[in-house]
């Protein structure tokens, strides 16, 4: 029986794209409840499109994807076709799943299987937190009875990703953020600061095309102009994989080294908006908030992705992929 019931809240762009394949790749550790999507990287619609093409690809559309909100708490949506690409999966193409979303809403979900199972639901939440703050607003009694959060976002000492200060998750829904931030969930937040490093390289790709089937082919398409991006944008050597690093801490927290601390989130200033604020100095009296990761295992992470990945990839022909 698998250890860990998880729902994975999620802007399916491409490295959410790749952590529903982890997720699927960990059947031992994993029971994924569900998929819930949230404008980000793409559009809602897209998102959700997204989200049940993967699935189906990945020979899992029995698992239920909720579509949840469209647009921020109160900012416009940004999107990031420059990252993602127009269809937010990069220049993969994939056949429509024939799988429609479930009726039920992502805040309804959300709120439904965690209060249903009371310190058991792990949130790995991947995108904008708007989802997850609905829910907090909805049902406050989620945040006592929720396992953990595992959330992708915030920059807490170095610079931002989406401005010179803000990461995009954050920035995009800085509100959300801050409903999450201090609600009293308990957080594991996986920063920019870490997941930059975290890089998936063609050398890795050029590796699990070694193995056939339509995931390695997936995974190619899916992530080539987002190594051409990073390395034009940032000058990385491979693209960042932020959100599989987030949901392996779920089965394998001890990739993480992790330290207590206060964070806060700006969303009044222009200048700073979606900064999240770390007081590592603990200079305001603030008790800690979150598990920051300031330390991760990359190399054994990689090659248990990797790995996962060929698994995936091999079980997906046996299946008829
Ligand atoms: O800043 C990186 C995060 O923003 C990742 O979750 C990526 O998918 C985008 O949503
Ligand atoms: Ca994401």
Redesign the pocket.
């Known amino acids: 029986m698998p250890q860990h019931r998880i729902i994975i809240d ?7 794209a790749l952590t529903f394949l982890l997720a699927l790749a960990a059947p031992a550790e994993i029971d994924l409840i569900a998929l819930t999507t949230v404008g ?2 793409c559009t809602l619609e897209q998102a959700t499109r997204n989200a049940l093409d993967v699935l189906a690809l990945a020979q899992a559309s029995h698992i239920p994807v909720a579509v949840g909100c469209a647009l921020p708490l109160m900012r416009p949506l940004l999107t ?1 076709a420059e ?2 690409g127009s269809t937010g999966l990069g220049n993969a193409v994939l056949p429509a799943s024939p799988v429609p979303p479930i009726a039920e809403h992502a805040v309804d979900l959300l709120i439904r299987e965690i209060l249903a199972a009371p310190g058991a639901v792990t949130v790995v939440a ?3 937190l708007t989802n997850l703050a609905l829910a907090i607003r909805k049902a406050p009694r989620i945040v006592q009875a929720v396992k953990q959060v595992i959330m ?2 915030g920059a807490l000492r170095v610079d931002g ?2 401005t010179p200060l803000a ?4 920035y ?1 829904d800085p509100h959300a953020a801050h409903i999450v931030l201090h609600s009293g969930m308990p957080i594991t937040l996986l920063p ?1 600061d870490i ?1 930059r490093a975290i890089l998936l390289t063609q050398q890795d790709v050029e590796t699990l095309l070694q193995v056939a089937g339509p995931i390695p082919r997936f995974v190619a398409d899916t992530t080539r102009p987002y190594i051409a991006f990073h390395a034009a944008y940032f000058n990385f050597a491979g693209c ?1 994989v ?2 599989p690093a ?1 949901l392996a801490l779920a089965f394998m927290p001890d990739l993480a080294t992790l330290e207590s601390v206060y964070v806060d989130v700006e969303y009044t200033s222009a200048l700073t908006m979606g900064k999240t604020v770390a007081d590592f100095a603990h200079t305001t009296g603030h008790a800690p908030n979150v598990q920051a990761v300031v330390g991760f295992d990359t190399p054994r992470f990689m090659a248990m992705l990797l790995e996962r990945f060929a698994w995936l990839a091999r079980r997906v022909v046996e299946q008829g992929g």
Request: proline share 7%.
């Open positions: 999620t802007d399916p762009g491409i490295d959410d980000g990287n990031a990252t993602h991947i995108g904008p992708m976002g990703n989406v990461e995009f998750n954050v995009v920019w997941t960042s932020n959100d987030a």
